[in-house]
C-alpha cells in the first residue's frame, strides 16, 4: 500500500521551471513505478512521464520530451518531475501515481494502484 503527496506547483511564466516533488508517505516506493500525469481545463487526463523502480528507464509523452526529466531518490521515498522551458499548454493538475507494473503507468491508467492529490501548474505567457 502506498499513498503519494505531491508538491512543487505554482504559477510560472513560459520559458520557466518548476520542480514537482512526490513523496511516498506511506509505503516503500522503490517498488513502485511512478507515473506523472496531467489534467488540462476541458482535457482528458493525459500521461507525462514514468520512471521504472530503479531510475534506470524513463518515458516521456511527446509533447514533453527534451523538457521534462523524471528521477527518483528511493532512499528518500521520493520522485521528482523536473520542468524546464515551460509552455502555456503545460498548464494542468499534476498527479503523480503509483503502480508496480510498468504497463499499468504506460498504457493503463484506469487499473493504476495509487495516486496523489495532484499540484496546480500555471504557466502565463
Known amino acids: 500500500q502506498a499513498q503519494l503527496v505531491e508538491s512543487g506547483g505554482g504559477p510560472v511564466q513560459a520559458g520557466g521551471s518548476l520542480k514537482l516533488s512526490c513523496e511516498a508517505t506511506?509505503?516503500?516506493?522503490?517498488?513502485?513505478?511512478v507515473g506523472w500525469f496531467r489534467r488540462a481545463p476541458g482535457k482528458e487526463r493525459e500521461f507525462v512521464a514514468a520512471?521504472?523502480?530503479?531510475?534506470?528507464?524513463?518515458y516521456y509523452a511527446d509533447s514533453v520530451k527534451g523538457r521534462f526529466t523524471a528521477s527518483r531518490d528511493n532512499a528518500k521515498n521520493m520522485a521528482y518531475l523536473q520542468m524546464d522551458s515551460l509552455k502555456p499548454e503545460d498548464t494542468g493538475v499534476y498527479y503523480c501515481?503509483?503502480?508496480?507494473?510498468?504497463?499499468?503507468?504506460?498504457?493503463?491508467?484506469?487499473?493504476?494502484?495509487?495516486w496523489g492529490q495532484g499540484t496546480q501548474v500555471t504557466v502565463s505567457s
Open positions: 520512471i521504472t523502480w530503479s531510475g534506470a528507464t524513463t
Open positions: 501515481a503509483a503502480d508496480e507494473a510498468l504497463v499499468i503507468i504506460t498504457t493503463k491508467y484506469d487499473f493504476i494502484s495509487y
Open positions: 506511506v509505503g516503500t516506493l522503490s517498488t513502485y513505478v
